[in-house]
């Protein structure tokens, strides 16, 4: 199955045998799942079965503890310091509250990777820097600094560090968390509107069904018991279809 | 392929940009400044169409031009159709002017005056004063629930702190101290052997560890080590909120938080401060002994005879004045923390530098004060 994954052309991170373990305590094991450029991709399941530290795996902060994860047919892990440094560069995350750097300003949030990773002048980066605010609904708020937004505005503007570079892949932790039904709709068609208009590839770990059903067209249920991905494809299909009790039981908040 | 740009004008007042190449950000590209010139020249345009078949690759490259487009049009009130565009850029485009910008947006832009931010530097001191005293009050008030027994803290909050500030700070004390023991030593040591009175070491070295540089060196270990991790503790659980989850459960955050710092501070400040002298003063007696050829016997007898309780007592006292203040201080900056991890660094910077101001103030009024009452 794995040598069929890494044939799709379309494949754009492939993960393979991935097993996530802290010390000798194995929170999910042998997962193995293909992201398509320009999908919409779910990593869902209840708290504490290890999205997040997929995520984390994902995203080269945490190594595995066996397996490989792929970006266009590159393993990250068997890769040196540069090879990495430039897949790193194609993305961009949006952290569960923000993690904006609250010494600086909205602007010199977004400002901070443009400076550091291109060679644009400081009127350039300006440029690029209210255009991003623009783009999440915070043209205007260039010279806040993070205490002084609200919660959904911490979202956004996290959203628009990411995006700083144009990355190919966005990857978002629980971009609803703590955000009010209306804003968190905003967020959810803001993400689609980036998928649908610049082909972005967009991984969404979340538990809140309404966006699952709402923006995920491809996705993985992580199953706390199992310990590995017992159900995948569109949530939707998963959610009416599905044969496996504990995906159904999550997709219907309990009901079944 | 670097971005092309060119204009047309299909018709009087319409101006067609045409756009064609690679509009990647990394690559050259037109600015929206150059079509300012055309537009100048051809002042009767009221409309800018695009023409942007020609387009191979484009990102944000493109879109910063477009926005700077739509600015010039917006300015001289002309339209603009953006049907000629990529579909993904006219999109980002459309949700880049869905919210309006918000109003004000220079706040942080103009400086107030300088007389004005002296003025406004001089009554946030003054009104920094009464806020003290209210905290020193609220203190006052905890330490009555206290003796009558009232006070809600756990014990093994309090135990916990104790060995934090107590054992664990020993190290570092016994190396500060073994060095200014050996520093006062030598200091003096050469004076005093012109005269041939290097025995003196022992009493100058055991008068200034026990009156002043004991308690001093100590004090200020504890500033830099215990007050900033308290200032650092509180003001972390301020910006998680668990200051407010304290009083919101009834609980008073002076009892739970500041009296246990404080009482653990003040209970092992005493200890500390006797472990600093005899530190200090075996600092002594390693130069004494090693460079200046007395015996460590006579060292030993002659700072017994030189020493007296008062100067004993003396040093434990103003180490335990120092460690209210170190308490009193990191508790207040801590509690007075802002919301972010910028404020945290700067109420501990803030506790470590009013707790050094504390000390050195209450260090010299207590060394006259002493003088005076010939202690």
């Not at chain 1, 609250?102 to 300006?126: K, R």
Request: contains cysteine.
């Amino acid at each position: 199955m794995a040598a069929q994954q890494a044939t799709d052309p379309d494949a754009h991170i492939v993960v393979q045998d991935l097993t996530m373990a802290y010390g000798d305590f194995v929170i999910q094991h042998d997962l193995n799942f293909t992201i398509r450029r320009g999908e919409i991709f779910i990593v869902m399941g209840g708290s504490g079965c290890g999205k997040t530290t997929l995520l984390h795996h994902l995203i080269g902060l945490k190594q595995p503890a066996r397996g490989r994860v792929l970006f266009d047919g590159i393993s990250y892990w068997e890769s040196g310091p540069e090879v990495q440094q430039r897949i790193k560069r194609s993305f961009g995350m949006s952290f569960q509250s923000g993690a904006l750097w609250s010494s600086l300003t909205l602007a010199e949030n977004v400002a901070l990777p443009l400076d550091e990773y291109t060679d644009l002048g400081a009127a350039e980066i300006a440029e690029v820097v209210s255009l991003k605010l623009a783009l999440v609904g915070l043209a205007g708020f260039e010279e806040f600094y993070p205490a002084e937004i609200s919660g959904g505005m911490h979202k956004r503007a996290a959203l628009a560090r990411a995006m700083a570079l144009d990355p190919e892949i966005l990857f978002f932790d629980e971009p609803s968390a703590g955000l009010d039904p209306i804003s968190s709709r905003r967020l959810d068609d803001l993400i689609m509107q980036l998928r649908d208009s610049l082909g972005t590839t967009i991984v969404v770990v979340t538990h809140e069904l309404a966006s699952i059903f709402s923006i995920g067209n491809n996705s993985v249920y992580l199953d706390p018991e199992a310990r590995t991905i017992t159900a995948s494809g569109d949530p939707r299909m998963l959610r009416d279809t599905s044969t496996n009790p504990g995906v159904r039981y999550f997709l219907n908040r309990g009901e079944t | 392929m670097p971005g092309k740009l060119s204009i047309e004008f299909p018709s009087p007042d319409n101006l067609r940009l045409v756009l064609s190449g690679d509009w990647l950000l990394a690559g050259s590209r037109p600015r929206a400044g150059d079509i300012e010139q055309q537009l100048g020249t051809h002042a009767g345009s009221r409309s800018i169409s695009f023409d942007g078949s020609g387009i191979l690759q484009w990102d944000t490259g493109l879109l910063t031009f477009l926005a700077g487009v739509y600015r010039l049009a917006g300015r001289r009130n002309i339209s603009i159709d953006p049907a000629g565009l990529p579909e993904g850029a006219r999109r980002m485009m459309a949700l880049a002017k869905a919210v309006p910008p918000r109003e004000g947006a220079d706040k942080h832009g103009n400086e107030a005056p300088l007389l004005q931010r002296v003025g406004e530097f001089a009554l946030a001191m003054w009104q920094a004063a009464p806020e003290m005293l209210r905290f020193l009050g609220e203190i006052i008030l905890s330490l009555g629930r206290l003796v009558r027994g009232k006070a809600q803290f756990r014990r093994s909050d309090l135990m916990l702190l104790i060995q934090d500030v107590g054992p664990h700070s020993l190290p570092i004390i016994a190396l500060i101290s073994f060095l200014v023991g050996i520093i006062v030593a030598y200091m003096g040591a050469v004076q005093l052997a012109q005269f041939g009175a290097q025995i003196y070491i022992a009493n100058l070295v055991g008068l200034g560890m026990t009156r002043e540089m004991g308690a001093l060196m100590t004090a200020v270990i504890m500033a830099g080590r215990t007050g900033a991790a308290f200032a650092a503790q509180l003001g972390t659980m301020q910006v998680n909120e668990e200051i407010d989850a304290f009083r919101t459960l009834g609980f008073n955050p002076i009892d739970f938080l500041v009296l246990p710092r404080l009482l653990a501070l003040v209970l092992i400040m005493p200890a500390l401060v006797l472990y600093s002298d005899i530190v200090g003063i075996t600092g002594g007696m390693f130069v004494a002994v090693t460079a200046f050829d007395i015996s460590t016997f006579e060292y030993y007898q002659q700072t017994v005879r030189s020493m007296e309780w008062t100067h004993i007592w003396g040093g434990v006292f103003k180490g335990t004045v120092y460690a209210i203040l170190i308490a009193f201080a990191g508790c207040l900056r801590g509690i007075q923390c802002g919301r972010s991890a910028q404020a945290v660094g700067e109420a501990t910077t803030s506790a470590v530098v009013t707790s050094i101001l504390f000390i050195v103030i209450a260090g010299a009024v207590l060394t006259i004060l002493y003088q005076q009452l010939g202690i």
